[in-house]
């Protein structure tokens, strides 16, 4: 079966005014503030993946500079595309400095993206080139953990957040989609699906949006295949992960530990996504404590521990702990 090759979604459907810019209200009604006094300051948009901050900065761009202006006054760059770090600084550099040289006053807005990636040193210069630049160049940085940017930085700009997205925009966003890419869903199914699509996302419509496009290119859709949509997306089919519960709640060991070492091709923090969203969890002292365990886990993986034992740890104390 061959797959549909066309644009990818997220960019199709990329958001092209505030309007439609989904979810996060507090920060996109503070920025329109701004805007409407034509005085915005230099920013930061922090977040989640796929939340919409790329997208609020193209938007504010292309809401205050039109035509020809955004083409010349909009700097967008990528922290991590760039192999060295002092090509960003030069760029930055030169284009902020343009209009010193050839008196240009108005607007010019420097997008970088990923700006937790800059290494401190690195960001000190910018806290510089920042503090120098004239009135009419302003800064949008965004990232997605702000405690990587440095405090002088910080305290330069107006910090927006953005949150995860909630299940109903999340459904809302791909109904639209679907009608507009006249999908059919078969109606009796379409909850399961989408419940699906949010539960991978995590709350990134990105993601959502991404595998709801692969389901459609693989042809998962019409008989809507959820173990095939999850196992595409790096999580354990249903039918694995009911029998590793199965298994956990017998308390058997060995059977545990043959289902997770014979595990392929999935995400283990996905898969403790899974589990944790299916151990009951009761409010007693040992489900606080099995929870604060998932947190541990989940810091260990993240550090480079093998992920196959802290699973098997994981689930060794899922059976000690549930009832
Ligand atoms: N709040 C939102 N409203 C509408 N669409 C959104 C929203 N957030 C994400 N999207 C969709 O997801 C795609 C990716 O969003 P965007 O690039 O703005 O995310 P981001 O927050 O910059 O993510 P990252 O941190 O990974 O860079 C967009 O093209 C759009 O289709
Ligand atoms: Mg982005």
Redesign the pocket.
């Known amino acids: 079966m061959p797959l549909k090759l066309e644009i990818p979604w997220?960019?199709k459907?990329?958001?092209l005014s505030f309007d439609?810019?989904?979810?996060?209200n507090i920060a996109i009604n503070n920025l329109k503030n701004f805007i409407r006094e034509n005085n915005i300051p230099h920013m930061i948009f922090t977040?989640?993946?796929?939340?919409?901050?790329?997208?609020?900065a193209l938007i504010i761009a292309k809401t205050l500079l039109k035509g020809e202006y955004y083409h010349r006054n909009v700097l967008e760059l990528n922290a991590s595309d760039t192999v060295r770090m002092d090509s960003v600084r030069n760029a930055i550099k030169d284009f902020a400095n343009q209009n010193m040289i050839i008196g240009d006053n108005n607007l010019k807005i420097i997008i970088l993206?990923e700006a937790d990636n800059i290494p401190t040193q690195v960001q000190q210069a910018l806290r510089r080139i920042i503090e120098k630049t004239s009135s009419n160049v302003k800064f949008i940085l965004?990232c997605?953990y702000i405690d990587r940017i440095i405090d002088p930085i910080i305290s330069r700009c107006a910090v927006f957040r953005?949150v995860n997205?909630p299940r109903e925009k999340i459904v809302e966003?791909l109904k639209k989609i679907a009608r507009l890419e006249g999908l059919s869903i078969p109606r009796e199914r379409e909850e399961k699906l989408f419940d699906t699509l949010f539960f991978i996302s995590g709350g990134d419509?990105?993601k959502a949006?991404n595998v709801l496009q692969m389901s459609v290119a693989l042809d998962l859709l019409n008989n809507i295949d959820i173990n095939e949509i999850l196992k595409i997306s790096g999580f354990l089919d249903e039918k694995i992960l009911n029998n590793l519960i199965e298994h956990i709640e017998k308390k058997n060991f060995n059977k545990v530990k043959h289902i997770i070492e014979s595990i392929e091709n999935v995400d283990s923090r996905n898969l403790m996504r899974q589990l944790l969203y299916k151990v009951p969890s009761g409010g007693d002292q040992n489900s606080v404590l099995l929870t604060s365990y998932f947190g541990e886990i989940d810091y260990r993986i993240s550090q480079g521990a093998d992920d196959k034992i802290q699973l098997l740890a994981l689930t060794a104390q899922i059976m000690k702990r549930i009832k």
Do not use: C, H, W
Not at 20 to 24: G, M, R
């Open positions: 997220v960019e459907y990329r958001p439609e810019i989904v979810s996060q977040g989640p993946a796929g939340t919409g901050k790329t997208s609020t993206d965004m997605n953005f997205l966003r419509l990105r949006i």
